[in-house]
């Protein structure tokens, strides 16, 4: 059995005066407004590139946290921030820079890189992307 999710966009308009909604089946997100000015200028507001890093920072915490249960662990905590780097010039992502901190008790630090590092490799939007994924992970405990 296959699961899917989808989403919507819609634009009007030419590329830099125009803009446009985003919206997920689910309705968590519902006609979110995205320009060009949000995704190339800086802008306040979303753009698609800051969700890829959403899906990727909460699918790579998941992958992370089912890897450290494999190895005997159990997260107290995880947090995960996805830098994605867009290159204007190609209009490709070209990398996503993965920072994960984890209240992990009992792990030590090879057991956690470990994990971390798998996750990186086996979370679905890494094995998605095509891209550079680089990690740095941390151990609180």
């Known amino acids: 059995m296959t699961i899917t999710n989808s989403a919507t966009a819609q634009w009007k308009g030419g590329l830099k005066d125009g803009g446009g909604s985003?919206?997920?089946?689910?309705?968590?997100?519902?006609d979110v407004a995205?320009?060009?000015?949000?995704?190339?200028?800086?802008?306040?507001?979303?753009?698609?590139?800051?969700l890829i890093g959403a899906a990727h920072a909460g699918c790579f915490s998941?992958?992370?946290?089912?890897?450290?249960?494999?190895?005997?662990?159990?997260?107290?905590?995880?947090?995960?921030?996805a830098t994605v780097t867009l290159d204007p010039e190609t209009l490709s992502v070209t990398?996503?820079?993965?920072?994960?901190?984890?209240?992990?008790?009992?792990?030590?630090?090879?057991?956690?890189?470990k994990a971390a590092n798998d996750a990186k490799q086996n979370c679905p939007i890494s094995k998605l992307l095509n891209a550079e994924i680089t990690l740095e992970a941390?151990?609180?405990n």
């Open 22 to 30: 985003l919206s997920t089946a689910s309705g968590t997100l519902n």
């Open 62 to 81: 998941m992958a992370f946290s089912s890897e450290l249960e494999k190895a005997g662990h159990k997260a107290s905590s995880i947090d995960t921030e």
């Open 34 to 50: 995205y320009d060009f000015r949000k995704r190339f200028e800086g802008a306040q507001g979303t753009n698609p590139e800051e």
């Open 138 to 140: 941390v151990l609180e």
């Open 95 to 113: 990398a996503v820079h993965l920072i994960t901190r984890g209240n992990v008790p009992g792990a030590d630090n090879a057991a956690f890189e």
